[in-house]
């Protein structure tokens, strides 16, 4: 049988590649002992809710009326200061100028309402998705997002998430008692929704209380919300991401709401001078003492966590070291990014140590962590080798940017591999973008949307925005591509979508993207890559397994097209301020006859840690629809089945 042919070649970085090496690597020592005990910062007043009729009616016209309304709606932006008609559904855009035709530029659809603007999104594999959002007071703080959603309590109260249909695309709202905002989650490896952390400002009594210590579960079955523990540390802007063990390691956050910078002194333990830009850009005070350098483990199995421990790399990046990006590694260690500061490490609940079969990573030009950051993710994997490449794209284009500093064009590739040339690929993008989302294709290419061309995140709406010039035309990177020619334009969604906004993969082989709360952004929108399009048949998955182990050889079925060239594993993950935890796409090996393939899984779980995935197989480049497939450590018992 033929080999399961790779479309993507991932190329190795050589002496003819375009390269520079940032000055200042540095090695990192690792303190373990306890974190710092830190005060929380009280509580910010309930929120004041307002009824405005004729923003409501506005809204109304403006979403098209897709479900019936109840209750009041209170709504601080004024119908002229959205970003565009609320008539616009680019269903079919025409390419932009000096952009590639339509059949390769794909299209935009708007599909449907979120219900809560779409700060954060975490779909489940029941085409479930739950948008999460935070509340609005009169004073701009907190989003838009509760102009359309079913009110209680006499309208004193309203619902400040949703469960979105992917299948009907309707939305119902969905009480989060605790705040969510600032929080990271990702799917447990048994297919249920884990959110920890969030916010403690705009609450709301009883009804809406602090999420910043917060651990619970959705189910997406029964879509019960569970409070199961309360972290030790309050984590504001937190990243989860999940360990070849089936550990969720939980990196980061802030004790409170607070701008990235501040004219403080940095903290005295740190040997990392901090940039020293305009306090309070954030919003609010970017006290040292609200840092929180560190990082624990969470045990899904009984709901235990590890002592807070202080991380060296982020008390290293402070202040701009919030929702740092975090991904397992196949060759066993995490590679953790924040500020401009990189490194790989071996994670455990007695402390963190250097990866030293990668070594030193050069620094980043300029912060990428939260306010000013770009696009993140890990390269499609593929074996036997494995090679460990993360894309760095956008951000803002200084180290100490603010609301009016033009974003960067820049991405930057590294090789993380144990061995490799770590040097930094520089390329340039054909727009500036600050906030944009990066999306794996099953064909091995990334997508990026969403973002704005000036400015940083941070704001609460229209009146408070940070950024301002939204980037609506979206791009390609193709790794398999020379240095120069790896980014291509595609269509242009017409719906600027600036800070919180988010972008994930569907089972469709397309894009939802949805979100923007600094424009008050209800509509969700489709990208469907050009080659759905052409009339070319799609694969079919006939018959695979829904769940398999490590170094498992499996059958898939398949009809509709002669041969397949490539099978992979996307991730099932969300998005929220451009921080895209656990995503990852495992190239499978394997054979192929006609109508059958023998795959192979990934030989360990650092490879593909234990999770749900979406199972595509392509032919010429063509995607079938997925088939959901949970990796797991081991195989359940006959007459079992796995969660989710």
């Not at 030009?365 to 306010?371: A, D, G, L, N």
């Not at 499609?380 to 993360?390: A, S």
């Not at 451009?578 to 995503?583: G, I, L, R, T, Y």
């Amino acid at each position: 049988m033929a080999p399961v042919v790779a479309f993507l070649l991932i190329c190795a970085l050589s002496a003819g590649l375009q390269s520079t090496t940032a000055a200042g690597s540095r090695k990192l020592q690792q303190s373990n002992g306890p974190a710092n005990t830190y005060g929380n910062a009280a509580s910010a007043t309930t929120a004041d809710l307002v009824n405005d009729p004729a923003g409501r009616a506005h809204l109304l016209a403006r979403l098209g009326n897709p479900v019936a309304y109840t209750g009041s709606y209170p709504l601080y932006v004024g119908p002229g200061q959205y970003n565009v008609d609320p008539t616009v559904d680019p269903a079919v855009v025409s390419p932009i100028n000096g952009g590639p035709p339509a059949a390769q530029a794909g299209s935009w659809q708007v599909v449907g309402n979120s219900g809560a603007v779409a700060l954060q999104a975490l779909p489940f594999t029941n085409d479930l998705v739950l948008f999460l959002a935070r509340p609005l007071n009169e004073n701009g703080g907190g989003d838009a997002s509760l102009t359309n959603l079913l009110t209680v309590d006499g309208g004193t109260q309203s619902e400040v998430a949703a469960i979105y249909n992917t299948s009907s695309n309707t939305f119902t709202p969905y009480h989060v008692p605790h705040l969510a905002e600032a929080a990271g989650h990702i799917l447990l490896p048994d297919g249920r929704g884990l959110i920890v952390g969030g916010n403690n400002i705009n609450l709301n009594g009883d009804f809406l209380q602090s999420g910043a210590q917060a651990i619970r579960i959705v189910d997406p079955t029964t879509l019960n919300y569970t409070l199961i523990g309360q972290l030790d540390r309050t984590r504001v802007g937190v990243t989860l991401t999940t360990l070849g063990d089936g550990n969720i390691l939980i990196m980061g956050g802030n004790q409170q709401e607070v701008g990235a910078f501040a004219a403080d002194p940095q903290p005295t333990t740190t040997t990392h001078t901090p940039p020293t830009c305009s306090p309070n850009l954030g919003g609010s005070v970017a006290d040292p003492d609200y840092d929180n350098p560190s990082f624990s483990i969470f045990n899904p199995g009984n709901y235990s966590q590890s002592p807070s421990l202080t991380l060296a790399l982020l008390l290293e990046a402070w202040p701009v070291n919030s929702y740092p990006y975090v991904v397992q590694l196949p060759s066993g260690s995490v590679f953790v990014a924040a500020g401009d500061i990189m490194g790989a490490l071996y994670f455990n609940a007695d402390g963190a140590l250097n990866d030293n079969s990668i070594g030193d990573l050069p620094n980043l030009p300029v912060p990428i962590s939260y306010p000013q950051y770009g696009g993140f993710t890990l390269l499609p994997l593929e074996g036997p080798n494995y090679t460990q490449q993360v894309l760095f794209v956008g951000g803002a284009g200084e180290a100490c940017s603010g609301s009016s500093t033009p974003a960067s064009n820049t991405s930057y590739l590294i090789d993380v591999t144990p061995g490799a040339d770590h040097s930094l690929v520089t390329e340039h993008m054909a727009f500036p973008r600050v906030m944009g989302d990066l999306t794996l294709l099953p064909d091995g290419t990334a997508f990026l949307c969403n973002g704005a061309q000036i400015g940083i995140a941070g704001g609460a709406g229209p009146n408070h925005s940070l950024a301002n010039s939204g980037i609506t035309v979206a791009e390609i990177y193709n790794v398999s591509k020379p240095v120069g020619q790896r980014w291509s334009t595609v269509a242009d969604s017409q719906i600027e979508r600036l800070c919180h906004s988010v972008a994930f993969l569907t089972p469709n082989a397309t894009v939802l993207v949805s979100g923007s709360e600094t424009t008050g952004e209800h509509r969700v929108q489709i990208w469907t890559p050009g080659y759905l399009q052409d009339g070319s048949p799609r694969p079919v998955i006939t018959s695979a397994p829904s769940v398999i182990t490590y170094s498992q050889n499996f059958t898939i079925q398949y009809s509709g097209v002669p041969s397949i060239d490539r099978v992979v594993l996307n991730r099932v993950t969300g998005s929220t301020d451009s921080n895209h935890m656990d995503q990852r796409q495992v190239v499978l090996t394997g054979g192929s006859a006609a109508g059958s393939i023998a795959a192979n899984s990934p030989s360990n779980s650092n490879i593909a840690p234990p999770g749900q995935y979406m199972l595509f197989i392509l032919s010429n480049g063509m995607p079938s629809v997925a088939k959901y497939v949970s990796v797991q450590l081991s195989l359940p018992a006959p007459g079992t089945s796995s969660a989710g």
